[in-house]
Nanobody, 122 residues
Framework: QVQLVESGGGLVQPGGSLRLSCAAS????????MAWYCQAPGKQRELVAA???????NYADSVKGRFTISRDNAKNTVYLQMNSLKPEDTGVYYC????????????????WGQGTQVTVSS
């Protein structure tokens, strides 16, 4: 079993930055892929970014060039650096993890955090 705990959300102005963190504990060896999903108001949950233990990454088109996902395998922690934030980035950001990268990218892996709220507004 894997447990995920997110932190770092908050209220920021458009153009601002936030860094989200997700700390994993439990059977970390079983995790190959970690990702961030966002549930925006009135929208379906969408993949924001994903990374494998080996360093592969995927980004939603809407965040390319603005967000960066990174992973510290020694600390069992994944980060999402969010720059040039836009109001449409607003939502609850959920950390996700699983053993298969393709599954995590497509629909999400077996493990989910509780979420952290990101609000981008003037």
């Amino acid at each position: 079993q894997v447990q995920l705990v997110e932190s770092g959300g908050g209220l920021v102005q458009p153009g601002g930055s936030l860094r989200l963190s997700c700390a994993a504990s439990g059977s970390i060896f079983s995790i190959n892929a970690m990702a961030w999903y966002c549930q925006a108001p009135g929208k379906q949950r969408e993949l924001v970014a994903a990374t494998s233990r080996g360093g592969r990454t995927n980004y939603a088109d809407s965040v390319k060039g603005r967000f960066t996902i990174s992973r510290d395998n020694a600390k069992n922690t994944v980060y999402l650096q969010m720059n040039s934030l836009k109001p449409e980035d607003t939502g609850v950001y959920y950390c996700n993890a699983g053993p298969r990268y393709d599954t995590v990218v497509a629909v999400g892996g077996d493990y989910w955090g509780q979420g952290t709220q990101v609000t981008v507004s003037s």
